[in-house]
Structures are given as structure tokens and as C-alpha cells.
């Protein structure tokens, strides 16, 4: 049973930097395509970052370009978003998502995600 944790929220003021961390369990994570979404308190779940199962392609929303990084380590079954310049818009739970295999061009879509972790609460102040 594929399992995804995800650690590393908390509270920061704007201008700050936090990593986010989420590790997959119960599966061959190599073989997986990951995304990270957001959720802010009355609005819909929107997608920040996605990386291929390789790590070759990237891709994150406009609203996070040049500020957040996706990065993957296979060997530690563990995808990454690094988030500097934080701002008090970031606010949100941030989830992050697996899809088995070839996603084809559907990877800004919470939909085509097979497996969701239980998400992890950023807070930006201002």
C-alpha cells in the first residue's frame, strides 16, 4: 500500500525559506511521477510544482517560478520543495501527490494523481 508522509511546515515570516519533505513508503518510488498542490482556507486546491519520475522534467506554476524548487533523491524515497522568498500568499496546506508511471501532459491536474499525503500546514506572516 503506497504511502505518502510529508514534514517540514511551520510558521515564517515573509522573506524566509522552508523545505518541505515527502517520503513514499510501500512502493518503488523511482517509478513514480511526483506533484505538490496547495490549499489556502476557502479557495480550491491549486497545483505548485511537479517533477518527472527521473527528475529530468520540472515544471511549477507561475505564481511559484523563481522561487520554489522540486528536487527528488530515488535513493531516499523522498521529493522536496524548497521555498524561498515566501510570501504571506503561500499561506496554505500543502499536499504533495504521486502518479504511477508516464503522466503524459496532465501533471498540473489533482486528478491524475493516484496517491495524496495528508498535507502539511505553511503559514507565512507578514
Known amino acids: 500500500q503506497v504511502q505518502l508522509g510529508e514534514s517540514g511546515g511551520g510558521l515564517v515570516q515573509a522573506g524566509g525559506s522552508l523545505r518541505l519533505s515527502c517520503a513514499l513508503s510501500?512502493?518503488?518510488?523511482?517509478?513514480?511521477?511526483m506533484g505538490w498542490f496547495r490549499q489556502a482556507p476557502g479557495k480550491e486546491r491549486e497545483f505548485v510544482a511537479h517533477?518527472?519520475?527521473?527528475?529530468?522534467?520540472?515544471d511549477y506554476a507561475d505564481s511559484v517560478k523563481g522561487r520554489f524548487t522540486c528536487s527528488r533523491d530515488n535513493a531516499k524515497n523522498t521529493v522536496y520543495l524548497q521555498m524561498n522568498s515566501l510570501k504571506p500568499e503561500d499561506t496554505a496546506v500543502y499536499y504533495c501527490?504521486?502518479?504511477?508511471?508516464?503522466?503524459?501532459?496532465?501533471?498540473?491536474?489533482?486528478?491524475?494523481?493516484?496517491?495524496w499525503g495528508q498535507g502539511t500546514q505553511v503559514t507565512v506572516s507578514s
Open positions: 510501500g512502493s518503488i518510488f523511482s517509478r513514480y511521477a
Open positions: 517533477i518527472s519520475s527521473t527528475g529530468g522534467r520540472k
Open positions: 501527490a504521486a502518479k504511477y508511471g508516464n503522466m503524459g501532459s496532465g501533471w498540473r491536474v489533482s486528478l491524475q494523481y493516484n496517491y
